[in-house]
């Protein structure tokens, strides 16, 4: 069956980075596309962007293009979102998701970013 | 960006009664759209792909429809475990966006 398993939640400081990974499993990984969502509360749903693991393509919302950079790893299955500079502002819950119409979601990896 | 606009933000329904959240894009989409649901401290789940297409495994009771810029998700005799946040997003162009949410409590 699809999986998608995220890597544990981070306690950063202010300016630090961060490297969040989605491990995907049941399927071709490199035949869809991986999307990444941010969640804050009381902010919804934000689309970060997505990375088609076969080639590499990738598309990113503008108002998240210097903050985030997708890789994938086809040799282990994994996807890797980089945040970087990181503020308060970045502080979320992240999820990976496959497919542009989100079929399968991660578990979420929950960022805290403080002094 | 196409903004998506979902009503009411809060919906309070009896179990066993039907309900209807509504989703109104700023542009026309097609059927590009896709609801979810959230449960607390859980993932989204997808729910009904391209305005009416149904998911498997997806109670029959959740359904879709659509298209244009008006959007509905339907669900026919509410149980309990339905309470949850509800989302639609659309990928008809770049960047996809979801809606604000709709959250169902149960009376």
């Known amino acids: 069956q699809v999986q998608l398993q995220q890597s544990g939640a981070e306690l950063m400081k202010p300016g630090a980075s961060v490297k969040i990974s989605c491990k995907a499993t049941g399927y071709s990984f490199s035949s869809y596309w991986i999307e990444w969502v941010k969640q804050r509360p009381g902010h919804g749903l934000e689309w970060i962007g997505e990375?088609?693991?076969?080639?590499?393509?990738?598309n990113y919302n503008e108002k998240f293009k210097g903050k985030a950079t997708f890789t994938a790893d086809k040799s282990s299955n994994t996807a890797y979102m980089h945040l970087s500079s990181l503020t308060s502002e970045d502080s979320a819950v992240y999820y990976c998701a496959r497919g542009a119409w989100f079929a399968f979601w991660g578990q979420g990896t929950l960022v805290t970013v403080s002094a | 960006d196409i903004l998506l606009t979902q009503s009411p933000a809060i919906l309070s329904v009896s179990p066993g009664e039907r309900v209807s959240f509504s989703c109104r894009a700023s542009?026309?989409?097609?059927?590009?759209i896709h609801w979810y649901q959230q449960r607390t401290n859980g993932s989204p789940r997808l729910l009904i792909k391209f305005a009416s297409e149904s998911i498997s495994g997806i109670p029959s009771r959740f359904s879709g429809s659509g298209s244009g810029t008006d959007f509905t998700l339907s669900v026919n005799s509410v149980e309990s475990e339905d309470i949850a946040d509800y989302y639609c997003q659309q990928n008809y162009s770049w960047p996809y966006t979801f809606g604000g949410g709709t959250k169902l409590e149960i009376k």
């Open positions: 542009q026309n989409i097609g059927t590009s």
């Open positions: 990375i088609l693991p076969g080639s590499d393509n990738a």
